[in-house]
């Protein structure tokens, strides 16, 4: 997910204090490096192609991910460093495109991020390495680089033809989320007036497809019902790349109690999102009341950006958000734990998709924290590694057992 954001960074930086979890403690990294070591930490979505497009003029010769890209104008949460201090193994990269493309544009983007990624991968090759496939994550992670994967983001770009999404595939995506922020022809989105009651016919075929073709089909960002259509249909596990919990904070990106129960018996992997938006209502209240602002400044302002501007700072200054920590995020994943099974959570933070995150993880180095945060709350090794990684490496393991490609 990118957002796309109206107001000053500077507001956005207008918070209060919170009490912080506590940073790791020497023991608790030792055992996160032991659990590691054998399995990889994978994350499930990370938006940094498109931050290099939108943000960087979409040319590597303007980003070094050997430094500190804190320091770019603007600042991107990604960098060799920081992936190294996180502990992580393997990325999906996400090939996302903006809803509003349509048909051959989305296509032709999608192609470009993928173009894109792939010369980033090229580009450090002592630390990424090209994976499409779950024995490819386990050799790179064991050779000591980043396994990384294509994960396309928005099925608009598949232009409703089946050739096309099996041509993606080709190139080495390893999931398709099969709508982003709109409604398209074919599937209904979280986030927009449903037009199908879930899947229409030719959306279960895409999922039938991509069983086949051996692609992990992703839910994020689906209704509740195309969520359901979709379990309903597939034959291999589903993912969910970077959503979180609707019963902790019921925001229509998350996904519903109910259907964590039919993820938990499609052996699928809830990949729990970072962004404090979708994973505190506080904090998603607060966006809610910014946003009313901001319209309302519009309305008694046509014509006067700057007023506009100038008016929404005033009320972030006033009101400033909320703040969350790593004790948020380690209660989304225990109430999908409870419901789907520990055996079906794993991690998807949406880093350089979303403009701030929770304090102590504000980069890819934020791993660290939250697995010392459900060691405190007596997790053991085993569902630790599994939320890593091995969770995600089982599931996409089964739907390379189900697909028939050639």
Known sequence: MRFILSLTALALLAT???????????????????????????????????????????????????????????????????????????????????????????????????????????????????AQSAADIARIHRAGRIASMLG??????????????????????????????????????????PQHGGLSPFGEEVVREMNRIGMLVDLSHVSADAMRDALRVTRAPVIFSHSSAFGVTPHPRNVPDDVLQLVRRNRGVVMVNFYPGFTSNEVWQWGAARLGEQARLQALNPGNPEAVTAGVAAWVAANPRPEIDAGAIADHIEHIARIAGRGSVGLGADYDGVPFLPVGMEGVDGYAILFAELMRRGWGDRDLAGLAGGNLLRALREAERVARWR
Not at 123 to 129: G, H, K, L, S
Not at 167 to 186: A, K, P
């Open 16 to 130: 209060p204090a919170i009490a912080q979890v506590a940073p790791p403690t020497a023991a608790e990294l030792a055992r996160l490096d032991r659990i590691t070591r054998s399995t990889p930490i994978i994350d499930g979505h990370n938006d940094l192609p498109w931050a290099i497009r939108d943000d960087h003029g979409n040319d590597l010769a303007n980003v070094d991910l050997n430094s500190d890209t804190r320091q770019l104008t603007p600042p991107l949460q990604t960098d060799i460093a920081r992936l190294r201090a996180g502990r992580v193994g393997a990325q999906f990269w996400s090939v996302y495109v903006p809803a509003s493309l349509r048909g051959a544009a989305a296509t032709q983007a999608v192609n470009e991020q993928i173009a894109l990624t792939r010369q980033i991968i090229a580009a450090y090759p002592d630390t990424f390495e090209f």
């Open 152 to 193: 396309m983001e928005g099925g608009e770009a598949i232009q409703s033809n089946l050739e096309i999404l099996r041509e993606f595939r080709r190139q080495g995506v390893l999931y398709m989320t099969l709508t982003h922020s709109t409604t398209i022809d074919w599937v209904d989105s979280a986030t927009a007036a």
